[in-house]
């Protein structure tokens, strides 16, 4: 294991809790983009394999950094309300061991996802670092008992509903980027198109307008789409991710005071099944 890397995965995960763990997801999404064209361009692949998702803006190192100091200047610090806050930049606190345990789970991020990708798990691995890492955010930082009741929280808010009206409308919209998405992703065959784009869309959330999250809908319609060459299929796996994602994120942070990432969970559930079957 590179040690260059180890040191330059703790930046990536300072870098993480100074912009906040959503902001920097979403930084990941504009520098996909860009390596994205790259690509299309002819160019070098490096910025989106070696900087969107490495070190320095990999979900699993700056995200999961973020989410980890998040939880740490909420529920150690006293700084935030909640640590399912992620849009929080934690900056401002002007706290430097907040910063050390962004970079800490970096590093955690970085090993857990070599570990992964050495296993030969057929999973997306940096989904499954990103969950892996929450879990071990909230049994560090969080209350004992991992799901254990936060009563801080707005119950109202935190409810899933299961109305017919709302399943019905994330069946749409999976099956609507899944058809696109697929689509686009079979003519490029850049895997992580869509994912990208979704990460970038992100940034309507950080300002306040009430947008869906789409990354775990269009990688995993992506990973369909070119494991068939199938746009349906692709699009049928699209609303399954829908769907599943809306269950997980009703549930795995209910009564918490951490942030395990329903997207991510969502995607390396799903990726998992798709590399079984396909």
């Known amino acids: 294991m590179n040690i260059q890397l180890?040191?330059?995965?703790?930046?990536g995960g300072i870098l993480g809790a100074a912009l906040g763990a959503l902001p920097a997801f979403i930084f990941t999404g504009f520098i996909g983009l860009i390596g994205i064209s790259v690509i299309a361009a002819g160019g070098s692949a490096t910025i989106l394999n070696d900087i969107t998702f490495g070190t320095l803006l990999g979900p699993h190192i700056a995200f999961a950094g973020g989410v980890a100091a998040t939880a740490f200047a909420a529920n150690k610090r006293n700084h935030l309300e909640t640590g399912l806050d992620i849009t929080a930049a934690l900056n401002k606190y002007g706290d430097p061991m907040i910063l050390v345990i962004g970079g800490l789970f970096g590093i955690i991020g970085f090993i857990l996802n070599s570990v992964f990708v050495?296993?030969?798990?057929?999973?997306d691995t940096v989904a499954l670092t990103v969950f892996t890492s929450g879990l071990i955010a909230r049994?560090?930082?969080g209350e004992i008992n991992i799901f254990?009741?936060?009563k801080n929280v707005n119950r109202k808010e935190k409810n899933i509903t299961l109305e017919s009206s709302v399943i019905l409308r994330d069946a749409i919209i999976g099956l609507g980027l899944g058809l696109v998405i697929s689509y686009l992703i079979?003519?490029?065959?850049?895997?992580?198109l869509g994912f990208c784009i979704s990460a970038a869309s992100l940034i309507f959330v950080q300002m306040g307008f009430e947008i869906p999250t789409?990354?775990?809908?269009?990688?995993?319609?992506?990973?369909?789409a070119m494991a068939t060459g199938n746009m349906f299929i692709g699009a049928l796996a699209a609303v399954i991710a829908s769907l599943l994602g809306t269950l997980i994120g009703g549930t795995i942070n209910i009564d918490s005071n951490t942030y395990i990432d329903p997207p991510a969970t969502t995607i390396f559930i799903c990726s998992f099944l798709i590399f079984i079957i396909f």
């Open 214 to 224: 789409t990354h775990h809908i269009t990688m995993v319609a992506g990973y369909a």
């Open 139 to 141: 049994i560090l930082f």
């Open 118 to 123: 050495n296993m030969n798990i057929p999973t």
């Open 186 to 192: 079979i003519l490029t065959e850049i895997t992580t």
């Open 6 to 11: 180890i040191f330059a995965a703790f930046g």
């Open 148 to 150: 254990r009741k936060f």
